[in-house]
């Protein structure tokens, strides 16, 4: 059953298309992979998906639902998690209090102190550094604040990462995916945009490939070992 339905999405930044007749569903439980060259609309896509960016056309569906045109705080509320790329977080604050700040947005009394427990739980290095500001994290740390945040402003049934890897150094890397696979355990459906294919390949259930902001490509991840011709000229590898 499809948690997210978009259908033929089209969306634009000052007027010019960057994503165009983008259909996709994204099955309940799943890990989805976005991958495709940098800049070629797939962060446009998660934030025409989390109401951040407003479409020209086209259908978003969650559970069921039309949640196309809403307020990003009413699609939030539904469930839908966006963590955008990079450390979008209050340096000046310490770990826990960037976390609190995340649970005051939408959550109800009692919810704030499990989601918090969860948050540690999956990442305990955070509350390792509960009192720390944030400003001394590594970039992996922060990335990990960053995720935990956003795990504690809603009943997450999607999460949707951008670019979580980037820049990270390969022990962090591992420890972010077994994360994201923990959470695929406890029943949250994922969607990555990804430059490193070659891992999220190894965790994901289906991957869709964009160029100049339409779906090229979408299968299995083994699927794309046989597709040099794909591998080649968009992803330059």
Do not use: C
């Amino acid at each position: 059953m499809a948690l997210l339905e978009i259908e033929r999405l089209s969306a634009s930044y000052d007027g010019g298309e960057v994503i165009e007749d983008i259909s996709l569903h994204v099955a309940e439980g799943e890990i989805f992979g976005l991958v495709g060259p940098n800049g070629h609309g797939k962060t446009t896509l998660l934030r025409a998906i989390s109401g951040l960016l407003a479409r020209q056309r086209g259908d978003v569906r969650f559970r069921g639902k039309m949640i196309s045109g809403l307020a990003p705080e009413a699609i939030a509320m539904r469930g839908i998690v966006h963590v955008p790329q990079g450390d979008l977080i209050y340096r000046d604050m310490s770990v826990f209090e960037n976390l609190l700040v995340g649970g005051y947005v939408n959550a109800l009394p009692g919810q704030t102190r499990a989601r918090l427990s969860f948050v540690y739980e999956l990442f305990p290095k955070l509350k390792e550094r509960a009192g720390q500001r944030a400003s001394s994290l590594s970039g992996g740390e922060r990335r990990m604040l960053g995720i935990g945040r956003g795990l504690m402003m809603a009943e997450a049934k999607l999460l949707m990462l951008d670019e979580p890897s980037l820049g990270l150094a390969p022990i962090v890397i591992e420890a972010i995916y077994d994360a994201i696979l923990r959470l695929r355990r406890v029943g949250l459906t994922i969607l990555i945009v990804e430059e490193n294919v070659s891992r999220i390949a190894s965790v994901a259930d289906h991957l869709s490939m964009l160029n100049h902001g339409r779906v090229v490509w979408s299968g299995e991840p083994s699927e794309l070992s046989s597709r040099r011709e794909l591998v080649e000229t968009y992803l330059g590898i």
